[in-house]
């Protein structure tokens, strides 16, 4: 069975920084890409960013370039999203998805 667990979210002030992570088991990690997502209420899921499965490819949505960045641990399993400058827009819970499977989510607040 796939578990997809996401980590790292919280209360942050605009300017500042939090670190997201998505631990996978039950499946094969190194074979998927893995994306990100976000949605807030009354919004449309957004694609934040997404990475290929051996890590050479990344891509962002025009919001978060520059901000963001992606990453991935295939020894440990893990995905990550770096988030710098963090703004109110951002606000939003955060989802992983790999493989057409998602995780729980984890709430990201940017508020002074």
């Known amino acids: 069975q796939v578990h997809l667990v996401e980590s790292g979210g919280g209360l942050v002030h605009p300017g500042g920084s939090l670190g997201l992570s998505c631990v996978a088991s039950g499946v094969t990690f190194s074979r998927y890409a893995v994306t990100w997502y976000r949605q807030s209420p009354g919004k449309e899921r957004e694609l934040v960013a997404g990475?290929?499965?051996?890590?050479?490819?990344?891509h962002y949505a025009d919001s978060v370039k520059g901000r963001f960045t992606i990453s991935r641990d295939n020894a440990k399993n893990t995905a990550y999203l770096q988030m710098n400058n963090l703004k109110p827009d951002d606000t939003a819970t955060y989802y992983c998805e790999i493989g057409m499977y998602w995780g729980q989510g984890t709430q990201v607040t940017v508020s002074s």
């Open positions: 990475i290929s499965d051996k890590g050479g490819l990344r």
